[in-house]
């Protein structure tokens, strides 16, 4: 990708939908409703052969104090100076208003190459608009329907000249979704762990309640107000990307919207905020659930953390607001029971306390999202596995439900991210919860994999013998055959 593209203009002239259709997918978040975007998302578009990062911008309004829009249009403002490209919409329906001409001559200070676009513009309810829009001076102006995919050969023939100039200039696609799953390759030696770089960095979601700090934590992660904050619940909408550079680490960071209980989300824009969350989910190979230190452990927290297990995510619990705890030796002994407790599914899984207002407990979050990574990707040699099943068996024998034992013969590990691992005995379906729970909490202690989702699978091994399948399969006749020609015994 060559060059980057902001795209803005006023709230709901069709920016979202724009960006939906240069990047191929219903990535951003699309409303009648006006200042649905608030965040700047990037994404990898596309325009016949030409290859550029897209970035849609929140509605520039006409405030400048700290209120939410203010904030807002600052964020806007600051991608306009750092985009290469800026595409502005007006909406061909209403006209040229006196906000776009305001907003016509900022954009003329901050960016040498300044696209006018006139969206909506498809049929007569268009026309005058279109040509209103020759008097911001900007040049001749785009002819657009975004809804309708019009105007986009007009749109490459006006980018396909600026693309040579930015040829050297490269960024990452945010949504390349990373592998999970992954098959162990035969074989008993111990595979090494992936080592993020810049171009397959390592994927951070971050999740949790409204107001739980978490476009705070990211941008003081990435030490840059590049996400907008501040004291209103709710202000996040999309999920947005960031790739940085955290203490070494190429990361991908994806900012998600707070997740209430679903008995409280009503409208239609929350409820696709929330599955838009879900997606950064899947899309991730750590999940660091943000708590509150005020409020922590409330059931819609195990409810997000219970998710990321489920869904195989290594997962990282991290409590913030750390800065306003006065009794902090007690609060972490508190938290850790209460984790312990209410999260067994992750026991052993990294507890940190973190202040995304003041920076303290980053670097042992850095340190625990690696640990996590690493042990997510974590192989075991078969033989190492069948000895510690051994010792395990004799320690505590299986079961025998209706008098029947279960015989454990043989463990084998088939993949990682997370590890999955294969368990073939007699009657598997016989096998009780209980054991298995034992068997998965023996895994975590004994090769050093807490808080990771462990995959435990029990099969049933079947008739193994070579010779009585043989002999099942012979046809009758060679198998006359076989017995005159065998010789006689003594």
């Known amino acids: 990708m060559s060059f980057t593209l902001a795209i803005v203009g006023r709230p709901n002239v069709g920016k979202s939908t724009l960006f939906n259709r240069l990047v191929g997918r219903k990535l951003a978040l699309v409303d009648d409703q006006p200042g649905v975007t608030r965040d700047l998302r990037e994404g990898a578009g596309k325009l016949a052969d030409l290859r550029f990062t897209v970035i849609d911008t929140a509605g520039l309004e006409d405030a400048t104090d700290d209120s939410l829009q203010g904030r807002m249009r600052r964020l806007t403002e600051r991608a306009v100076g750092l985009a290469d490209v800026c595409l502005f919409l007006i909406d061909g329906r209403q006209g040229v208003t006196a906000t776009d001409q305001v907003f016509a001559e900022i954009l003329r200070k901050k960016n040498a ?13 268009g026309e005058s608009g279109f040509l209103e829009a020759y008097a911001l001076g900007l040049g001749e102006p785009l002819r657009l329907s975004a809804e309708h995919g019009e105007g986009m050969d007009d749109l490459y023939r006006v980018l396909q000249p600026l693309a040579d100039a930015f040829a050297e200039r490269a960024r990452l ?8 799953d992954v098959d162990v390759p035969e074989g008993d030696d111990e595979g090494a762990v992936p080592v993020p770089t810049k171009g397959r960095p390592l994927q951070i979601a971050v999740i949790g309640r409204p107001n739980a700090g978490k476009s705070t934590l990211i941008n003081r992660i990435i030490g840059e107000d590049r996400l907008l904050t501040g004291p209103e619940a709710g202000i996040t909408r999309d999920a947005i990307s960031v790739a940085s550079d955290w203490m070494g680490t190429p990361v991908r960071i994806f900012d998600t919207a707070g997740m209430r209980k679903r008995a409280k989300i009503s409208e239609k824009l929350e409820k696709m905020s929330v599955s838009d969350g879900i997606r950064a989910v ?3 190979e750590v999940v660091v659930v943000l708590l509150d230190v005020e409020i922590p452990f409330e059931t819609q927290d195990l409810r997000l953390a219970d998710f990321a297990e489920t869904e195989g995510r290594a997962v990282v619990i991290a ?11 007690g609060k972490l002994v508190e938290l850790k029971e209460m984790f312990d407790r209410l999260l067994p599914q992750l026991r052993g ?6 202040s995304a207002l003041t920076g303290r407990g980053l670097d042992r979050l850095h340190d625990a999202i690696l640990q996590a990574h ?13 000895q510690w099943l051994n010792l395990m068996t004799e320690a505590h024998p299986p079961p025998a439900p209706g008098g029947r034992r279960i015989r454990l013969r043989y463990a084998t590990q088939v993949k990682t991210r997370p590890p999955g691992f294969i368990l073939m005995c007699s009657h598997p379906e016989d096998m009780p919860d209980s054991y298995r729970r034992y068997l998965v909490n023996g895994l975590r202690t004994d090769f050093d994999m807490p808080g990771t989702p462990i995959r435990l699978t029990f099969r049933s ?6 010779f009585r399948v043989r002999k099942f399969h012979t046809p009758s006749r ?4 076989t017995e005159r020609s065998d010789p006689k015994p003594d």
């Open 478 to 481: 060679l198998r006359k055959h």
């Open 319 to 329: 409590v913030n607001k750390w800065d306003l705890e006065d009794e902090k030796q």
């Open 374 to 386: 690493a042990v997510w990707n974590r192989r075991i040699g078969t033989s190492k596995l069948n």
């Open 461 to 466: 091994q079947g008739d193994k013998n070579p």
């Open 113 to 125: 190459h300044v696209i006018l676009g006139v969206n909506k513009a498809e049929g007569k309810a």
């Open 349 to 354: 899984a990294p507890l940190i306390t973190v």
């Open 282 to 284: 899947r899309f991730a």
């Open 173 to 180: 696609d945010p949504d390349e979704a990373p592998e999970v």
